[in-house]
Every structure is written in C-alpha cells, then in structure tokens.
C-alpha cells in the first residue's frame, strides 16, 4: 500500500495544480512527502533474501487473448534503490525550478508526470505495467523540451520523442515476444513469475537468440547505447535542465534496470549469445562516446555525452553478470543518477545566470558565483569517481567484477575482462580531463568584463553580472544531492547490504563473488 | 419464410428506419425546429440501443437464413449506434449549422446507421449489397450536404463516382461466386465451399473482386484515392462518420466474407497477400502521405487510411489458414477482438479529434495545423482533447490508443506475421511524427490570436466524457474488455443447422 501511495502522491498533486493550488509548492511538497518515504522504506527493509518487499497484488483484468494482468507492485533490493533515486531526483528537480516559469501550472504538472512515470515503472512487478509506466513520460518529455527548451529545441523536441518512441515499440515487440514464448497455460505478465518460471523452462536457445536482440536494442535506445545514443545529447541540452535531471537522472536507469529485472535473467542464453556485440558496443560507449565528449564545445552538450559514456560501467557490469557486478550497477546507477542531475541543474545554472553555454565565452565565473564554483566541482568529483562520493564505489565494484571475468582468454592466458577493467578505467581518465578542463574554463582563468554588476551609467542600464546561488532555497537541492552522494561514497556498506541480497538471488548467478 | 417470432433480431433496423420516416413527415408537415428533430433522433438511437442491449449474443439464423445474429453482431448494432448518436449531436449542437433542411441532416444518419447495422447481421450477399446501398446512398447526400461550397461539390462527386465503382465491383464478384456456387447465402456458399478441395477460379476471381470493392470502403491502398478529398469536403460529423462508420461497416463485410466463408488454406492463398499487399501500403502510403499535410482534416484523411492498415493486420492474424494447414484450433478469436478493440480506440480518439475540428471550423473553415497556434492558451479543454485523441491515434500509453497498438503488435507476432511486424512499428514511429505536428502547434506557438474560445456546458461535458473515456480505456483496460467481450464471429459450426431452421419455421 505504501507503494500505491507513492504513486498517488503525484497523482494527487497534478489534479491540486489543475485545480488551481500553487504549482511549485504542491509540487514540491508531493515530492518531499514522497521522499520522506522512501527513506522510511529504506529503514524498514526487511531484507529477508527471496521476497519482495510492501508488495500489493491485485488483479487488473483479463483481456480475451491475453495473459491476465495484475497490479502488482513491490520492491527488492535492486528496485528499492532507483525508488530512492526517483525520490529524491525529483525533488531537486522541482526545488531547483524557477517559481516565475511561465506557465507554471503545466510545467510542474509535466515534472511530476515524468517522475510519475519512472516511480511506476520501478515498482511495478508487472510487465505490462512496467511498460506503460514508463511511457508517460514520453509526452510530457516532449512538451518540456519543446515549450520551456531553449537552443535547437523544437529539431531536439522531436528527435528525442521519435527515437524513444521507436525504441520502446522494439523493447514492446521483444516483451510480447517473450511472454507470447510460453504455453498458453503459463503466460503471464508477472515479472516473479515468469523468472521463476524461464529459470525452471528455459527458452530454446534458438527462440531466445532472436528475443533477446529487441529487448537489447530496444533497451539500448532508451538508455543511450552507442550507436543508438544520438537522441541524447541534444536532447538534454536543450531540455529544461529540471527535465535533463528527471531523464538523464532517472528515467534513463529503466533501461539498465529492465536489463537487469527481465532480459538477462529470462533470455540468458540469449544474453550469451549476444554477449560480444553488447561487449563490442558498450567500448563505443566509453571510447568513442568519451573522445567525443572531449570534442565539445558547450557546457551543456559535454555533460549530455558525459551522460552516454558513463553508461559503458553499467553495460559492463550487466554483460560480466556476476554478484560484484550487478551488485555495482545498482550503486552506480544510484550514484550516476546523483552526479547526473546534479551536473545539469548547475549547468543550467551556469548557462541561465550567464547566459551563455560556450566554454571560449566562459570564464573565471568562480569570482562571482564561489558557491556554484564549489557546488559544481563536487558535481565533477563525482562525475569522475573520486573516492569518498558514490561514483567511486560502483565503480569500483564493476571494474573487480570485469576483472575477474572470463569472457574468454586471448593465447597468453589472459583474460580479455582485464583488458574491459583497463578500458574502463581509462574512462575514468577520460572523465577527469573533459570535468577538470569544464571546472578550469567555466570558473577559473580570467572573467570577461560582462559578469561584472554595472550601474546604469548614461545609457547602459544596469546588470547584475553573474549571480550566484544565494538564497537557501536555490542551493538546499544541490547539497542534498551531494551529500546523498558523499553518505553513499563513505558508506557504501548501507546500500549494498540492500543491495546484494537480492542480487545474489538473480538466475544464473555464479555462486562465488 | 419470415418467422414473425425472430423478427426482435431486426427490430433495431426496422425501428430506426421507421422512426427516420416519421420524424422526415413530421419534419416536413410540423415545422419543427432542426434543435427538436435532433433531439427526437437521438432519443430513437437511444431506444434502440436499449433494445439491442437485451438480446443476448448467442448465434442464431434468421429471417429464411438471410441474417444471423452472433456476438459481433451484436457488438457491431451497438457501435454504429454509438457513432450516430455523436454525429448526431455534432451536426446540430457543434458546427456550423447547414444552410438549409437542417433536419434532414441529423435525420439521414440514422437511415445510414440502419444500412450498417443491417451489414453487420447480413448473412447472404443480397441483403449485405442492399444494405450497403442504403449507406452509401445516404452519405452521397450528406457528405455534399453543404452544396454551395465548391469542395463539398468536389467531395460529392467523387464519394459518388469512387462510390459506384466500387459497390459496381462488389456485385461483379458476388454474381461471379453466385454463379459457381449457386446460392447468395453465406452458409450455403460455405457448404459449397468446403465441398471442393481446390477453389475454382472463377470464384476465386469473384472474391478478389468483392475485395476489391470492399477495399474502397476502407480506404485501403491503392483504393484509398477519394478519402482525403472527400475528407475534406464533407461537414466535420460527416468525415468522423465515414472515418469510423463507414470503415467499420466495410470491416464488418470483410469480417463476415473472409473469415466466415474463405477461411482455408486454398482460398486464403489468395486473400491473405492480397490483404497483406494492401496493408502494408495502406501502412506505409497512409503513414508517409500525412506527413506533409497542413490541413488538418486531409491529415486525418490520411492517417484514417494508415489506420486501415493497422486493422488488416489483425484481420489477417484472425485468419485460422495463415500457417499453410487448416488447423481448427487456431487462435482466430485474438485478431478479430484486435479488430473490435481498434474500432472502439479509434471511435473515441476520431471523434474526439473531429469534435474540436468542427468547433474550430466555425470559426475558420479550411483549418490548417498553423491555425492551431496557442490554442492550449487559448482553450486549455479543446486543446487537451485533441491533443490526447492524436497521442492516442499514435497508440502512446496509457491513451486507449495504445492498447489497440498492443494488441496489433501481439496478434502479428502470435500468428508469425513479423515482415508486417515491422511494417506497423515503422508506421507507428512515423506516425507519431505527423501528429505531434499540430500538438506542437497547440502548446509551443504563440497564439495568433488571444481570444479565448468558450464553449457551452454540453459540448464541455461531451469532451470531458471523451477525454475520460481515452484514459480510461487505455489504463483501466477492463472497460475495454466490458465493451468487447464475446464480439467474435459465431463459427459456423456452432449454428447446427436443423435448429435454425426449426427456429425460423416456428
């Protein structure tokens, strides 16, 4: 039931605006009550390995022609997580939004669809759900790109709507596929049900090679895998840095976790067999995404390809699919999910206080805007998975686990999951260089005479020159990302402990850590 | 022959007709205001309908064979009821009111409403032919109803011209498999059928040609030339009709000729790639073609002829002869409920769409997609509405739309049909595209013009209704199942004919 409550929260809220109750408040008041929550939730987890937690079972209908549908929801240790994600993201995305937006009602109302969404489709055991959760945000996604956008809104508007678009009808073909794969007695939508059941009746490995493939490349469009990743950047730079969070942030995660949740653990031969082309790609992510990401030329793109190449660890963690592995995708996927929005909301800030976005304009911003210059090397930190933020920790734990993979051995008897540990750690490198150089060109070195306050002299008007985030409100969201992110990188024991039960009890997870 | 015990079965059809003949006496003797004619016919939809809800929807034969009543029947009586009830109500509350004999207008739907509902329990070519006429004849008149303006002329003529030749065509292929089979009777010409191990070709060639007819009636490609004309000529309530009444009527046709007569594995070799052809044009001509249209009814035009598509997906994945042996036991019942789940999506999101047309109309007429700039600022209600009747038309979830999306996608998948598969998520992608267009229009652009548009606490209410409809189709999915549940053809098996022929001598 307390899961129904955290979707009703938000539910509650739209209906309040569209009422007429003030936007931001009601939504950021939604939003805090659902946080509060899901810290509760956190506590009390019982962690009893092999079931589900606060689950709520009741059937929905049975359409004529198809398995029955329940609405069923209920978390584990690998959901519960990303709830957290979803809470607390969404709540600096709120708090973080200007109060003055135009059209404000519909602004928030779209924010809380969006989180909505990503909360349903967490909670959600079961598969037709989980889809159609995650689809509401679709629209107002679209709808908050193109209205409060800026640059190239309207072409990034519709790039991301249709790719994403199409990505989910692939991932809604392999999913009927998969279900449409069992007897007609056993089908369901139940996601429990149907890993027990693939865990006792595999698939034909031949059936499973030809499913696993949608739910792949489907998965891959949503969460940006290279080459299907090019919706991303542009769109999260000219979203409205509040939906950049959401998505980037959140939403994004749904692809890691119904890789996790569905696809490897139903398809694992399939998983097998398409093995060297996720391992071949999600190089793309780190290689080409990184080298590209050192390319750009805008604050806000280099953080959006920042985004897709930070998703090699996840994909890495999934294809050595062992319990230091996993285990390490979900902390990351927390921690990417923090460092993630709070490197949009600043660089919102930053590009909206200044009122520019390339770095050659930029320059020595930390003059005016210390705090922000503070708040945004922190952000980098744990973008760049300095010890003591949570980045560190998963990643950590993905490069052991790719480590002490064998995907296979080259003659000289080494394994090539040595030479993935190597790759990604040079992405860690990568990262540090393209974050470093950002901290150096935006805030450092000398400040055009333009951010300086001017009194109106003559003609000129006057301008405040760069501001910083002064008031409590505007900063208040950003330390409690960071220090969400400093409890996890100190103690990361407190999630893995949820964490690695659940894991552990993944089909087809080898046995020793 | 005519058993007056089972003639309730045609009440409905008779009630209507008669009603519409008295309410055009009293129209033309009493001057009755168009406001009290529209009421009255609403009122005798309404009676029908409840009528119609207490037959129960176990098959049965009547009227000397030539009808048959059966869960789609049933299903189909109760949806074209629905579809003249809202066209009803646009034509005299919503647009623009016609320049002359506004009674007349709200009183022809219901005559074609009986042709369609007659179609829908046809159980012989005759019949299923007169009451074909019967529709199209009534919307000859309506879709030029407005006779001054050029392009309803232009529509007119064309829906009449494209029309003929396709109930010409339609006759062709009847007389051809009546001449080799001997009888007009659907179950006759089954019995004839199952009789023969290979299809003549002479039969064969007479259903290509009842194809061929029936693939005008749902804008099929490459028959699909007259409806974004027609589309756009006709009166907004006119252009939903067609676009939900008239498809579902030729469906109903298709329902009944291919899987209630050739549904083995000789004569699907030649409907089935025929079908397959036509919807993956339809998908792809439909879906391409809307892109850049800028009126917006010739976009819905086109879309309508893209949705066609969609549903002959699940029309073939109905079929039982799609893997090459007739196997009795295969699952038929899952396509033709796509089918019925379709129809019911695309009834609201279609009327939904066609309502705020019609509102916007009478303020503009000609409306194009730039027109629509601000309107979310400038009526949040109607912008909302068309705006979710597009993202529903494009199957987004949790919008009504989606589940018939779904269940499209599984029947494909289910009954093997992948090349067409992938022909639906390429349309689907590509039709997302066309109509974000004008909810861009709606909620990005400055307004043109600021005034807000109000609207009455009818017409308020109605779009509330749908737009609660749309979600709650889409999320609360046992509303869908209530409305659909047991809409599937009768097997022809189940009828044992000594009953219905004792029950039609009693």
Partial sequence: ?513 | MISSTLLPYLAPELMLIVGAMILLLLEAFLSLSARQVAAAALGSVAIVAVFTLCFDSSPILFWGNTCKWDGSAKFFHLFFLAVAALVIWMGDEVQEPVPHGGGEFVILPLFTTAGLMLLASANDFMLLFIALELVTISFYILVAYQRRSIIALEAGVKYLILGGLSSAFLVMGVAYIFGLSGSTRFDLIAQYLHTQSLLSSGVGFGLLLVLTGIGFKIAMVPFHSWAPDVYEGAPNSITAFLSVGSKAGGLIILLRVVLGLFDFPSSASIWIPFLTIGAILSLLLGNLAAIPQRNLKRLLGYSSIGHSGFILVAVIGASASLTGSYMPGADTTTGQLAVSVYLVTYLLATFTAFIVLAILERRLPGLEIHHLAGLSQRSPLLAAAFALSLISLAGVPPLSGFIAKWYVVLVAWNQGLYTLLGFVIFAAVAALYYYLGPIKAMYWSEPLDETPIRLNRVTSAVLILMIALLIGTGFFIQSISGLVNGSTLAQNGSISAPVAVALVQH
């Fill in chain 1, 1 to 513: 039931m307390v899961l129904l409550a955290l979707l009703l929260i938000p539910l509650a809220a739209i209906l309040f605006i569209l009422a007429g109750a003030p936007a931001q408040r009601t939504a950021g008041f939604a939003t805090a009550l659902n946080l509060v929550i899901t810290l509760g939730l956190l506590l009390t987890y019982p962690a009893t390995p092999g079931t589900f937690a606060f689950t709520l079972d009741c059937p929905w209908t049975t359409l004529p022609g198809l398995p029955p549908i329940h609405f069923h929801l209920g978390v584990d240790g690998i959901s519960l997580p990303l709830v957290f994600l979803t809470a607390i993201v969404s709540f600096a995305a709120i708090a973080i939004s200007p109060a003055t937006i135009r059209r404000s009602s519909e602004y928030y109302c779209y924010l809380l669809f969006m989180s909505l969404g990503a909360m349903g489709a967490f909670v959600s055991l079961d598969l037709f759900f989980f889809y159609i959760f995650h689809e509401f945000a679709l629209i107002p996604t679209f709808l908050l790109i193109g209205i409060w956008g800026t640059q190239n809104r309207q072409f990034a508007a519709f790039q991301v709507t249709l790719y994403l678009m199409a990505g989910s009808l692939i991932l809604l073909a392999g999913l009927v596929a998969l279900v449409m794969a069992l007897p007609v007695a056993d089908r369901t939508f139940d996601i429990p049900t149907l890993q027990n059941y693939f865990t006792q009746h595999p698939l034909a490995v031949s059936q499973q090679t030809i499913i696993f493939p949608f739910l792949l490349v489907g998965f891959g469009i949503l969460v940006g895998l290279v080459p299907f990743h090019s919706w991303a950047p542009p769109g999260y730079a000219s979203a409205p840095p509040a939906a950049a969070m959401l998505h980037a942030g959140i939403l994004k995660k749904f692809a890691i976790y119904g890789l996790i949740r569905v696809a490897v653990p139903m398809l694992h031969d399939g998983f097998e067999a398409w093995r060297p082309l996720l391992l071949t790609l999600l190089v793309g992510n780190f290689v080409y995404a990184g080298f590209v990401t050192l390319a750009q030329k805008e604050l806000p793109t280099m953080i959006g390809f920042s985004s897709i190449m930070h998703m090699g660890y996840l994909f890495l963690g999934i294809a050595c699919w062992n319990i230091i592995g996993v285990t390490g995708v979900v902390i990351l996927m927390v921690a990417h999910g923090l460092s993630a929005a709070l490197l949009f909301g600043l660089s919102g800030e930053v590009t909206h206080r200044s009122g520019e976005n390339r770095f050659t304009e930029l320059g020595g911003l930390a003059q005016r805007a210390p705090l922000l210059a503070v708040l945004f090397s922190f952000a980098s930190m744990a973008s760049m998975g300095v010890p003591g933020l949570a980045n560190f920790a998963g990643e950590l734990m993905v490069f052991f686990a790719s480590y002490s993979s064998v995907f296979s051995k080259f003659d000289i008897g080494v394994s090539i999951g040595v030479g993935f540990a190597a790759i990604a750690i040079y992405g860690t490198v990568i990262t540090a260089i393209y974050q470093l150089r950002a901290i150096k060109t935006v805030f450092y070195g000398p400040m055009p005479a333009r951010y300086e306050p001017r009194a109106a002299v003559g003609e000129a008007v006057a301008a405040p020159g760069m501001t910083d985030v002064s008031s409590l409100v505007e900063y208040v969201p950003y330390v409690l990302l960071i220090v969400a992110s400093l409890v996890i990188g100190f103690m990361p024991f407190l999630l893995i402990h949820i964490v690695e039960p659940s894991v552990s009890l993944l089909p087809y997870m080898p046995l020793q850590k």
